[in-house]
C-alpha cells in the first residue's frame, strides 16, 4: 500500500480523521502526559499521599525512599514519579514485572537507541564484540553476516539475537502497572480487582483469565515519537463492558502499545473481544498503516527461553537506505 506524505487529501487520510473522530466519540481522554527524554524537572504523582495504592500500606508501616518512577526508567523517563508506591512494591514490580518487558524490548531498544538506565543497550555480536547504538538507529553494518539474512528479492535485511528469557503474562501485567500507576484516583475502585491480579502470583486460582491482547506496533526508523507518551483512555458510556472500558496508550522512541486494562468480575476476567485503535500522530500526517501494528496475545505464564527475536529492515526504494522497519 502506499501513502503519501504529508499530503493532507488523499482518501487515506480522511479515513484516518474519520477514525480519530469516532474513536473520540465513544472515548474522553482521562489523563495524558507527554515526557521530553531530556527533561529533569520531576513531576511527582499524588504529592507527598504516602498512600502506596497497590498494598495500601502508609507510613510508618512501609516507607516511601526510592523515587518510585511511574513509567520505567528504561524506556526513557527520568521525570515522573509518584509518591503512591512503596519501597516494597516499587522493588517487587521491578523485579517481577518490569525486567520481563525490559527483556521484551531488549532487541528493539538495542536497534533504536532507546537510552535506558546503564545507559544504551549494546547489541552482542556471536564473535563476542558488541555494537553500542547511542541514539538513533544502529550502525548495521557493523554486524557480522551470520547474524543478518539478505533477502535480495524482498530487499529485506534481517538481524537475529537471542533475547533474555521472560514471561509473556509479566510482560502484560508491567504495562497495566503503568496504567494503573497513573490512573487518576477516582477511577481506582473500578480496578480495585484488577489491582489485587496484578499483585497476586501467576496462576493464582483467585483469578481466572482470559487471552491478554493488546495492540503493538513500531513506526519507521525514519521518524521517532518526540515524547514519551502515556495515556489513559476511558470509554463515555458503559453499555457493554467487552467493549473495553479503558485503554493505556504508552508510545516512545519507535514503539506504540495499546493496552486494554482487564476488568473482573467475581473473579473472572471480562474477556478482551476488540481493541479500538486510536491513530497517533504518524497516522494523522501520513495516513493509516503508517503504524505497522500488531495483535498479540500475552496470557502465557511460561518463560519464553533461547528465544531469538529478529528484525527486518527493508529496503523500499532500493537505493540502500533503510526506510521502513518491522519487528518479529
Ligand atoms: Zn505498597
Redesign the pocket.
Known sequence: MYFNTGDNTTDMNRETLFGFGKFLQEYDVLVSFKIDEDDRKPLILERNSFV?R??G?QKPE?TFKKRAHALPEFIGNGSLFTHC??D??NGWFGRELEVHFASFMHLNHTMFGVRGKKGYPKFKTTDGTEIVNDGGMIDWQGIPMEQLNHDEKTRTLTATQKVPSFIPANVFKALVKMALTIMPAAQLLTFADTMSWLNAPLNDPRFTTSKLWLAYGAIGSSDRFPHIGAALLKRKKLTDLELVPMIFRLNYGNFQFDVPVPMFHQGKMIPIKQIPYLPNLFDLRDGYGTTHLRLIDFSFTAPVKDHSMSFELVDLDGTGTVETIAVN
Open positions: 502506596c497497590f498494598c500500606k512501609v508506591e512503596c516494597d512494591c
